[in-house]
């Protein structure tokens, strides 16, 4: 699936569009009446998980499991983590990739609206 810019798309339509049957889980960073309405792409018995802090916290519907959690290191969901990417597919979005020396430049583009993560690049 392409990324979706929650700024200029429609996430509900991009979501259903890429499993009209429902999306099967959901990670979630804000909350607000834009965030719930994209919920309720997931199907019947789905997940939404979403990081405690957010505010306010996503209303998910009825027939779906929310869960908030903590971001506190942890070896085995770690381990967990890297099976499943190393199981695939996993794609990551990179919206701009910076060299070291431009750190700071990476650091302040954290203000902007992207589409997708930024990267350092180590110098080779």
Same mark, same amino acid.
């Given at each position: 699936?392409?990324?979706?810019?929650?700024?200029?798309?429609?996430? /509900?339509? #991009?979501?259903?569009?890429? #499993?009209?049957?429902?999306?099967? =889980?959901?990670?979630?960073?804000?909350?607000?009446?834009?965030?719930?309405?994209?919920?309720?792409?997931?199907?019947?018995?789905?997940?939404?998980?979403?990081?405690?802090?957010?505010?306010?916290?996503?209303? =998910?519907?009825?027939?779906?499991? =929310? +869960?908030?959690?903590?971001? +506190?290191?942890?070896?085995?969901?770690?381990?967990? /983590?890297?099976? /499943?990417?190393?199981?695939?597919?996993?794609?990551?979005?990179?919206?701009?990739?910076?060299?070291?020396?431009? =750190? #700071?430049? #990476? +650091?302040?583009?954290?203000?902007?609206?992207? /589409?997708?993560?930024?990267?350092? +690049?180590?110098?080779?």
């Amino acid at each position: 699936m392409p990324p979706v810019d929650g700024h200029k798309d429609d996430i /509900l339509a #991009a979501a259903r569009a890429f #499993a009209p049957q429902g999306v099967d =889980a959901a990670l979630v960073t804000a909350g607000g009446p834009e965030v719930d309405k994209a919920l309720t792409a997931l199907r019947e018995g789905g997940r939404v998980a979403f990081p405690n802090g957010v505010n306010p916290a996503p209303k =998910a519907p009825n027939n779906v499991k =929310a +869960q908030s959690y903590n971001g +506190q290191p942890n070896r085995q969901v770690f381990e967990k /983590l890297n099976r /499943l990417i190393d199981a695939g597919p996993f794609e990551v979005h990179i919206a701009r990739t910076f060299t070291l020396e431009r =750190a #700071a430049d #990476a +650091q302040r583009s954290l203000n902007e609206h992207y /589409l997708g993560k930024l990267a350092l +690049q180590p110098s080779a």
